[in-house]
């Protein structure tokens, strides 16, 4: 209900987005994500405020439920509240997509891990989900433990039923980093609803992370389908 929950509505209608299911609540404040980032763009500290995700409650997306189970695709990430995300990995039809978020926060799909199609963690938020240090073994281990596509962030590590690669970093300019990796997220999940294999979604992944840390913004306007392909 505040300035900033209405800029983000008006701007993500003025995209063509749908905010009809968005739960707005008048007395709460906005999610704040603050970070510090070093002289190359990258982050050296954040501090999140995410508590209004607390709003989004297994009563509010049962009453969404049929809308959801409508869309290609459902992709959650683990500000969500633990009750939520095993609603959503209980009652959902489509494909699940998930960012596990940071390391504490990752343990919370443990449970349900068996339920989602496709996970982006970093190395080490698949070192804590998993127990395994190397890359390739905690892919082994996701796809053990249910993951239908496992997607860590190494240059772009996939690994699916039909086996285990590396997608190469694409050349690029950096001028911010803010963004690269929910751009990846958004190429990963583009790409599975398109019907692509594990592999070219991790090619659309490195070429997505690469378009958005050439841009000063963290959306880059140049990201769209053809620049992926």
């Known amino acids: ?18 905010m009809s ?56 990430d683990t500000n969500l509240s633990a009750e939520a995300i095993r609603f959503l990995a209980a009652a959902c039809t489509v494909p699940i997509y998930s960012d596990p978020v940071s390391t504490a926060k990752a343990m919370k799909l443990l449970p349900v891990l068996d339920r989602i199609y496709a996970l982006k963690p970093n190395a080490l938020e698949a070192r804590y989900l998993t127990g395994e240090a190397e890359p390739e073994k905690a892919a082994e281990r996701f796809l053990e433990m249910g993951v239908k596509r496992v997607f860590i962030s190494l240059g772009m590590l996939y690994a699916s039923a039909d086996g285990i690669g590396r997608a190469p970093c ?6 911010d980093a803010t ?12 790409g599975g609803t398109q019907g692509f294999s594990a592999q070219k979604c991790a090619a659309a992944a490195t070429k997505a992370g690469a378009i958005t840390v050439e841009c000063e913004f963290t959306n880059s306007p140049d990201l769209c389908p053809q620049a992926l392909i």
């Open 170 to 175: 694409c050349p690029a300019n950096m001028i």
């Open 1 to 18: 209900g505040d300035v900033y929950g209405s800029s983000l509505m008006d701007g993500c209608r003025s995209l063509g987005m749908d």
């Open 179 to 190: 963004g690269a990796g929910d751009a990846a997220m958004a190429a990963i999940v583009w």
């Open 21 to 76: 299911m968005a739960r707005v609540e008048p007395q709460r404040r906005s999610s704040t994500y603050l970070y510090v980032t070093d002289e190359m763009g990258d982050m050296c500290v954040g501090i999140a405020d995410m508590d209004i995700a607390e709003c989004v409650t297994p009563e509010h997306l049962a009453s969404c439920l049929d809308r959801i189970n409508s869309a290609d695709a459902l992709v959650l």
